[in-house]
């Protein structure tokens, strides 16, 4: 279990200033397991559950529709991830706290159920009381996080960042014609294809190549390739195979 305090609370009931009834949609594809889950938070007083979706596109309109106030959900849904389910569903219902509940402890999981918005993200392992505790405590508004996890998240976020203003640094030495050279070398065509699809000579594609080289750095035309696909400035080109 992450980000609930260790101690077990059976009842844990509404704490202060939490809402008199809490509005609970439990997102699950099991049926079992949903349904236990259900089954744990009517027990508990002051929780109602308003349903059970299986999926994040009827998660996203029953948490509209019922004006949820926490949903329970799995990570992994069977038409998209349980990020991208909640920020499906927090679009559709801002004030929605979201509990993930899964069996996938992985770091990435955890940290892209920060960065969706996660109030809270408990392991399989998690005891009735503390499935409990969490949908309480998230609706009362305390997020149940590790610092340390979203220490890690804002990190990642920074990186992602850098690595797209790199990116943008790098693809802005290049002129338009440059670019439409390298996304031809990515196609694979050879000098005198690309002067014929340019409608240039060919020894200006040459000089084209020889300062897309010099600016990445490398020494040959695949060398530039390679780096320019590393860097995502240019996609390499795979052709379809032809069926039959």
Not at 3 to 24: D, Q, Y
Not at 43 to 69: N, P, Q
Not at 161 to 169: A, D, L
Request: aromatic letters at 2%; glycine letters at 6%; hydrophobic letters at 50%.
């Amino acid at each position: 279990m992450i980000g609930v305090a260790p101690s077990e609370t059976t009842h844990v009931g509404a704490l202060p200033g939490a809402p008199s009834s809490i509005k609970v949609l439990v997102v699950q594809d099991h049926p079992l397991l949903a349904a236990a889950i259900a089954n744990i938070l009517r027990d508990e007083v002051g929780v109602t559950v308003c349903g059970i979706a299986r999926t994040g596109a009827d998660a996203a309109l029953l948490s509209e529709r019922d004006k949820v106030a926490v949903v329970v959900m799995d990570f992994h849904l069977p038409d998209m991830s349980g990020a991208a389910a909640a920020t499906r569903i927090l679009s559709a219902c801002p004030g929605a706290a979201i509990v993930f509940h899964s069996a996938d402890d992985s770091e990435s999981a955890l940290l892209d159920s920060i960065d969706a918005g996660a109030a809270a993200y408990l392991t399989k392992a998690a005891t009735a009381g503390q499935i409990v505790d969490a949908v309480v405590r998230s609706a009362h508004g305390d997020l149940l996080i590790p610092v340390d996890l979203f220490a890690k998240a804002i990190q990642r976020k920074r990186q992602v960042v850098s690595k797209g203003v790199e990116r943008q640094r790098l693809a802005a030495q290049f002129t338009c014609r440059e670019l439409e050279v390298l996304n031809l070398l990515a196609e694979g065509l050879d000098t005198a294809a690309m002067s014929e699809r340019l409608r240039i000579a060919p020894h200006t594609v040459e000089w084209h190549v020889r300062h897309v080289i010099e600016k990445l750095g490398v020494h040959s035309r695949l060398e530039a390739l390679i780096a320019a696909v590393r860097e995502r400035i240019v996609e390499l080109y795979v052709p379809q195979s032809s069926a039959g």
